[in-house]
């Protein structure tokens, strides 16, 4: 009988045992396979940050040569033309017997202009002095400084309460702006820039919208193969926003960006 007990309290404890032991093993399989996915998981993370952080630099870099070499264009033709009016209005001067005062005045105006003009640019090309503005003041000096020429007329709306943006994305949200105008300088042929902001509850919408010639839907597809406006929608895409860009021949563009605050 007292054998019978024994056996039965064995074949009891026997599988508790094992069964015991067999969550052991389960428990401390899933502690270490979740360790290791956790592992990974920080390290496919510090990768693509990595990659993020190397994208943003390359985008930034190849922003910063193309805003000097548009910078470079402006002061060969603006502020080179002036320095040049002006030198040639002192070899009058010098020539002259008698001082002509209205040409010694236009002499200053020409000389006063071309330093305004060096100021914006260095103003544009300073990024440190981009930290120091909002994203919004910082566009309106951009637009200031191309109304100042008296060719186009700018104009900016705001739309919601002023919010900031991540100090990362400003500089490059502010290079996306700047390209897009210098595009319009260059290609679109307008008399008229407006630039709206609108602060929504989570992102940030920017309308660069101008008055040009436009292009048509068959030139759609050559137009956005173009490097200038493939850069627009890739480095939208970068700091997770989006770019459209939507023209009528003889009609304008419109370029609209949306953007996360953070």
Do not use: W
């Amino acid at each position: 009988m007292q054998n019978d007990q024994d056996q039965e309290v064995l074949f009891v404890i026997i599988p508790s045992i094992i069964i015991f032991f067999a969550l052991s093993c389960a428990i401390v399989f899933l502690m270490l396979y979740f360790q290791k996915k956790k592992f990974q998981y920080a390290k496919e993370k510090g990768e693509l940050e990595k990659q993020y952080g190397e994208q943003l630099l390359q985008s930034r870099l190849e922003m910063q040569e193309q805003t000097f070499d548009t910078i470079s264009q402006e002061i060969h033709d603006n502020v080179g033309q002036l320095l040049s009016l002006a030198k040639l209005q002192l070899s009058i001067v010098e020539q002259n017997e008698v001082t002509d005062k209205t040409l010694i005045t236009d002499i200053k105006s020409n000389v006063g202009n071309a330093l305004t003009d060096l100021r914006d640019i260095a103003k544009s090309l300073s990024t440190s002095r981009i930290q120091e503005l909002t994203l919004l003041q910082a566009v309106e000096q951009e637009l200031q400084r191309i109304a100042r020429s008296g060719v186009i007329k700018c104009s900016v709306e705001v739309s919601g309460n002023e919010q900031q943006v991540a100090e990362q994305k400003k500089i490059i949200i502010f290079r996306i702006v700047q390209e897009s105008l210098q595009n319009i300088l260059k290609h679109a042929e307008a008399s008229i820039i407006n630039v709206e902001f609108d602060f929504l509850t989570e992102q940030l919408k920017i309308t660069i919208d101008d008055n040009g010639i436009g292009f048509s839907a068959d030139e759609k597809v050559k137009v956005e193969t173009g490097l200038g406006l493939q850069n627009i929608v890739k480095r939208s895409a970068l700091i997770m926003g989006k770019a459209t860009i939507n023209s009528t021949i003889n009609n304008g563009t419109k370029i609209t960006l949306i953007i996360p605050y953070v």
